[in-house]
Every structure is written in C-alpha cells, then in structure tokens.
C-alpha cells in the first residue's frame, strides 16, 4: 500500500520562499507522474502544479512563475519551491501521484497534507 508523506511547510511571510516535499512509501510506478494540490479554507482542493516521470512540468496560472516542481528520479522525493509567495497561497498542500501527466485525477489515498501560512 502506497502512503504518500508531505513536508516543509510552515508560516512565511510575503514574499518569502518555502520548498515542500513528498514522499513515497510503498510501491508506486515509476511511470507515474506526481500532482501537488492545494485546500484553502473554504475552499476545494485544487492541482497547481505535475511534474512527469521525466522531470516535465506544468502549472495553474496563479502559480506559474513561483512554483517549482522537481525530482531526482522517477520515483522519491518530488519537491515544490514556492517563491514569492502571497497570501492567497495559504493551504494545506498536498501530492499525489497521477497515472498521466495530463491527468488530475489522484491515483492514492491522501496523506496528511502539510500546512503553509502566509502572513505578516
């Protein structure tokens, strides 16, 4: 069974800069690509950025410039740094793997989420 563990997170101010982690236990394919989410308060849980088996990666337009996915190989970890970071960038953050690049749909359970605040 795949559990997936996210890290980094914490309380930044604006324009701060902050680099999440995911991992994986368990088998998962290497194939796969691997999806970070995002849940406001209120609000659904929504995909800002994929990054493919490949290192191939895409982004919701609120995020693009400022966010980052990468990963050292096909499989663990995959890391998003968050530069610039705004207010409205506050959420629980999430990842997941994906079973094509182009995919929003979440493959696994989810994990814990890790919270992000930006504030001053």
Same mark, same amino acid.
């Given at each position: 069974?795949?559990?997936? %563990?996210? @890290?980094? +997170? #914490?309380?930044?101010?604006?324009?701060? =800069?902050?680099?999440?982690?995911?991992?994986? *236990?368990?088998?998962?394919?290497?194939?796969?690509?691997?999806?970070?989410?995002?849940?406001?308060?209120?609000?659904?849980?929504?995909?800002?950025? %994929?990054? @493919?088996? +490949? #290192?191939?990666?895409?982004?919701?337009? =609120?995020?693009?410039?400022?966010?980052?996915? *990468?990963?050292?190989?096909?499989?663990?970890?995959?890391?998003?740094?968050?530069?610039?970071?705004?207010?409205?960038?506050?959420?629980?953050?999430?990842?997941?793997?994906?079973?094509?690049?182009?995919?929003?749909?979440?493959?696994?359970?989810?994990?814990?989420?890790?919270?992000?605040?930006?504030?001053?």
């Amino acid at each position: 069974q795949v559990q997936l %563990v996210e @890290s980094g +997170g #914490g309380l930044v101010q604006p324009g701060g =800069s902050l680099r999440l982690s995911c991992a994986a *236990s368990g088998s998962i394919f290497s194939t796969y690509a691997r999806g970070w989410y995002r849940q406001a308060p209120g609000r659904q849980r929504e995909l800002v950025g %994929v990054i @493919s088996s +490949g #290192g191939i990666t895409r982004y919701t337009n =609120s995020v693009k410039g400022r966010f980052t996915n *990468s990963r050292h190989n096909a499989r663990n970890p995959v890391y998003l740094q968050r530069n610039s970071l705004k207010p409205e960038d506050t959420a629980v953050y999430y990842c997941n793997a994906l079973r094509t690049f182009y995919s929003s749909s979440p493959v696994v359970d989810w994990g814990q989420g890790t919270q992000v605040t930006v504030s001053s």
